[in-house]
C-alpha cells in the first residue's frame, strides 16, 4: 500500500538532546499529523497541521507542515526518556490517513 | 472522557476460520476507521464507515468486510484467514464534516493483537 517516506528509521541520542525527524510524499496532503506509538498500545495524536507554512507547537514538540504539501518535519526538544517510542507521520486526504514506516527513537540516560 | 475502545485486546485464529474485531468511538464522534499495522511498519487503511456506510476502502481483499451500527460502533470481520492477517487491528474516530468538508484529526484505541496460526 501507499506509505509516506519517513527518515530517519531509527535514532538513538542522549537525553537532553534536540531530535529532527522528517516526512516526504509524491502526493499533496490537506492535513499532516504526527502520531507517537508505544509497544502495543495504538498511535497517539501529538500534533495536526491544517495549513501549508503552519509552524505548530505542543510543548517541547514543534512540527511544520510544509509549502509544498508534500512534506513535513517534526522537533523535539531537550529529549526525556518518555519520548522514547516510534513517531509516525501521516498525511490526511479523503478522510483515509497514509503513513509513514515510523521512525524509532531510542534515549541513553 | 473514555478514548476509543476496541475488544478483544488479543485474539488467536487458526488458518480458515473467521474472526469479528469491535470498536466503540468516542462520544460524539460519528466516523469510523479501521487500519490494519503489521509489525515493523505504519498502519494501512482498510474502511472508512460514516453513518453506516461505507465511505472509504483501502486495497484489501474481500475476505475483509466491515459494518456500522446506530450507535456509531463498528465490527470488521475477517473471513478465511490467513498467516499474513497477523497483525495489530487499529480502529480511529473522528468527527465528520461531510464529503468536500474539512477533514478531522483520526483519534486511536489501543487496538486487537490477531495472530493467526
Known amino acids: 500500500g501507499q506509505q509516506l517516506n519517513q527518515s530517519p528509521q531509527s535514532m538513538f541520542i542522549q537525553e537532553g538532546e534536540d531530535v529532527s525527524m522528517n516526512c516526504t510524499s509524491s502526493?499533496?496532503?490537506?492535513?499532516w499529523l504526527w502520531y507517537k506509538q508505544d509497544p502495543g498500545e495504538g498511535p497517539v495524536l501529538l500534533i495536526a497541521?491544517?495549513?501549508?507554512?503552519e509552524l505548530t507547537s505542543n510543548g517541547r514538540l514543534t512540527a511544520q507542515f510544509g509549502i509544498t504539501r508534500k512534506d513535513s518535519f517534526l522537533n523535539i526538544s531537550a529529549s526525556i526518556p518518555s519520548d522514547v517510542g516510534i513517531y509516525f507521520c501521516?498525511?490526511?486526504?479523503?478522510?483515509?490517513?497514509?503513513f509513514g514506516q515510523g521512525t524509532r527513537l531510542t534515549i541513553n540516560p | 472522557d473514555a478514548g476509543v475502545t476496541q475488544s478483544p485486546t488479543h485474539l488467536i485464529k487458526t488458518r480458515g476460520q473467521q474472526v469479528t474485531l469491535r470498536c466503540s468511538p468516542i462520544s460524539g464522534h460519528k466516523s469510523v476507521s479501521w487500519y490494519q499495522q503489521v509489525l515493523g511498519q505504519g498502519p494501512q487503511f482498510i474502511f472508512q464507515?460514516?453513518?453506516?456506510?461505507?465511505?472509504g476502502r483501502g486495497n484489501f481483499p474481500d475476505r475483509f468486510s466491515a459494518r456500522q451500527f446506530p450507535n456509531y460502533s463498528s465490527e470488521l470481520n475477517v473471513n478465511a484467514l490467513l498467516l499474513g492477517d497477523s497483525a495489530l487491528y487499529l480502529c480511529?474516530?473522528?468527527?465528520?464534516?461531510?464529503?468536500?468538508?474539512?477533514?478531522?484529526?483520526?483519534?486511536f484505541g489501543p487496538g486487537t493483537r490477531l495472530t493467526v496460526t
Open positions: 497541521l491544517y495549513k501549508a507554512g
Open positions: 501521516a498525511g490526511q486526504g479523503a478522510q483515509k490517513l497514509v
Open positions: 480511529a474516530s473522528s468527527l465528520w464534516a461531510g464529503t468536500g468538508g474539512p477533514t478531522y484529526e483520526q483519534y
Open positions: 464507515y460514516y453513518e453506516k456506510e461505507e465511505r
Open positions: 502526493s499533496i496532503f490537506n492535513t
